[in-house]
């Protein structure tokens, strides 16, 4: 079984990022985390969307709520990673204008690299 490195609270706390929660029908439905690695780039982590609500645009509308908590935070890039076998996820960041680059991390469970300018 897979473990995900921890990563600080306080890395999702404002000033240096913030952890967004979306909501169903009033209930949880999906989440995102945005913080900030430099003074002007910004790292999307741990996005997800509950299985039974995929499909509905929750994942569209996640990926609009981060860019728009990076801009608050004062970022002009954002990046993020993902594994090989998240198809879906490679398909919905491609649409939203991130563009696959080369790594920049050794995370065990990264295999894809995105950049996208938030200009």
């Known amino acids: 079984m897979r473990r995900w490195p921890k990563i600080p609270a306080r890395l999702w706390r ?3 990022g913030v952890f967004l929660l979306a909501r169903y029908d009033g209930r949880p439905a999906g989440c995102v985390g945005v913080k900030l690695v430099e003074a002007h780039s910004a790292e999307i982590k741990r996005m997800f969307v509950r299985h039974d609500l995929r499909g ?3 994942g569209s509308r996640l990926v609009g709520a981060a860019e728009s908590a990076a801009r608050e935070l ?10 090989h076998d998240l198809v879906e996820a490679r398909a919905l960041y491609s649409k939203h204008g991130y563009v696959e680059t080369p790594p920049y991390s050794g995370s065990l469970y990264a295999d894809h690299w995105f950049t996208k300018s938030l200009g």
């Open 14 to 16: 404002l000033p240096s």
């Open 56 to 58: 509905l645009g929750g």
């Open 74 to 83: 004062g970022a002009t890039t954002v990046r993020l990673d993902t594994r």
